[in-house]
């Protein structure tokens, strides 16, 4: 461990808590929502501002210290371990909102509730993801795979500006005319190019949609996953849904008719009016009887009542595989791999409609692969089960790419790789070395500095705990 000596080096530099192991508060501190890994640090630091991240960056660079980066803690991959410094930014909050530019600028942690509302209060909305707890920032890098893509892209499609301290401790923002190469990579490449303390975006002029969803007894997920794949093929671009095959916990507060078995959840968002939501959906309720039926009307404030994903902190494994297409033995390899009457204990598994604008170039390129998908899977299962059960089963049917957004978990760390072509991965491996090329940021969907050999992150940091000769307490 860190001598305490550094701990209070940094800490004399920050008016933001600076904690190590036994501290008080030092547990909440790196607790994320996904409890599948914990951070366990030498140090972390509860960033209160820009300021604070740039000194913070600074001591890591200065000292070598490996550095993680945290705001809400939905989708990690690989945690420190004893060693490094977490910076937590779940204290910048600050959200604006220019309504005659249509944009909105968020700090690092931010939740998407919080933009949702702000931006609503002015007739427009942004390109959230189907929780509002899920942190802007670390979505956005992902790429964000929202709920109106279908019909205005990917999020990432939509950021005009990104504040970053880059490794070497250097406030810069980043655009189209400043740092494009950073500008691009940012935008699909994660965490791996330093601490982004705010994104700038643009706004859509949207403010109410016809959704909800309709949910069906597990025993008839044949007839509702083929219907609902057929149905995708001739739905509208302002039509974006989902299936989700759903297998929860008896246990509260999850609602009773979910409890303790399969059951088929089909989740809708249509931006059009409520007269033509309806005649779209018709084909579907007339499938099978529903448990319950949760379409109509709705401000978009109300998004999460769509998916109704957790409020509450739980551990989970997440894997993904992008699709070329989902025609009727694409559907029966997944219904044998997950369907009633399978081994699967992944808590859900989700198909995503994509195409439409998803399936469009961005106006200022961006790292973010999948524009050739036609549906992303995705799977969310209990520690310690088969994570890799059901998206290596279809993998046969994928373009050999993963959604980045939906890799949570141990293991997952090495999977970057698969979020990207190979040309857009090289790029993004020249553009690591540039900005850090020894790979402080390694706590992540790492993404290797290229044309630099670099030892195991695992025996870098051992050696930098175990050198005796080094004196912390300067």
């Known amino acids: 461990m860190y001598r305490p000596a550094t701990v209070q080096r940094l800490a004399g530099r ?29 140090m972390v630091l509860g960033a209160r501002d820009a300021t604070q991240v740039r000194k913070a960056v600074a001591f890591a660079a200065e000292t070598g210290l490996p550095t993680a980066v945290q705001a809400t803690g939905h989708g990690p991959s690989r945690v420190t371990e004893g060693t490094g410094l977490l910076i937590n ?17 968020a700090e690092a942690g931010a939740r998407w509730h919080q933009v949702v509302d702000a931006a609503a209060a002015h007739g427009l909305a942004p390109l959230n993801g189907s929780s509002p707890l899920v942190g802007v920032v670390g979505y956005t890098l992902g790429g964000g795979l929202a709920l109106l893509s279908r019909t205005y892209g990917f999020a990432a499609d939509h950021v005009t500006a990104v504040d970053i301290v880059t490794p070497d401790g250097v406030p810069r923002t980043a655009t189209a005319q400043r740092h494009p190469d ?27 949609l016809y959704g909800g969803g309709l ?48 059951v088929v959840h089909v989740r809708i968002a249509h931006l059009g009016p409520s007269d033509e939501g309806e005649r779209l959906v018709k084909p579907l309720r007339k499938i099978a009887p529903t448990l319950v039926d949760t379409l109509g009307e709705m401000p978009y404030t109300r998004f999460a009542d769509i998916h109704n994903d957790p409020a509450f902190p739980v551990p989970y494994d997440e894997r993904s595989v992008m699709l070329r297409e989902l025609g009727p033995d694409a559907a029966d ?4 791999i997950a369907g009633p009457g399978s081994d699967c204990t992944d808590l859900v598994v989700e198909l995503r409609h994509m195409g439409g604008a998803l399936g469009r170039p ?12 036609a549906y992303c899977l995705t799977t969310l299962g209990p520690p310690g089960g ?3 059960h059901v998206v290596d089963g279809m ?32 790029r993004l491996g020249e553009i690591k070395a540039r900005y850090d090329p020894e790979n402080l940021f390694r706590f992540n969907h790492n993404i290797s500095p290229r044309g630099k050999s670099l030892r195991p992150p695992e025996d870098a940091d051992l050696a930098h705990l175990m050198n005796p000769g080094r004196d912390d307490s300067r």
């Open 215 to 262: 949910y069906f007894a597990g025993d008839t997920a044949a007839e509702v996953l083929h219907a609902w794949r057929s149905w995708t093929e001739s739905v509208p671009e302002e039509t974006a849904s989902s299936l989700a095959l759903l297998r929860m916990p008896d246990q509260e507060p999850i609602p009773p008719f979910l409890r303790g078995g399969l």
């Open 182 to 208: 950073l500008f691009w990579a940012l935008r699909g490449g994660k965490g791996n190019f330093g601490v982004v303390t705010a994104v700038e975006f643009g706004l859509v002029p949207v403010t109410r």
């Open 333 to 336: 390899d997944l219904l044998r």
């Open 14 to 42: 920050l008016s933001g808590p600076v904690l190590g192991p036994g501290d008080d508060g030092y547990a909440a501190e790196v607790a994320g929502f996904n409890r599948v890994l914990q951070h366990r640090p030498a």
């Open 395 to 426: 993998a046969h049917r994928g373009t050999g790419r993963s959604h980045l957004n939906f890799l949570a978990g141990p293991g997952t760390a090495r999977l970057a790789e698969r979020g990207y072509v190979p040309a857009d991965y090289a």
């Open 386 to 388: 088969r994570p890799e």
């Open 362 to 373: 961005a106006a200022v390129p961006a790292a973010v692969d999948h524009r050739d998908a």
């Open 89 to 105: 930014t779940r204290r910048m909050t600050g959200v604006t909102i220019d309504p005659v530019a249509r944009l909105a600028r």
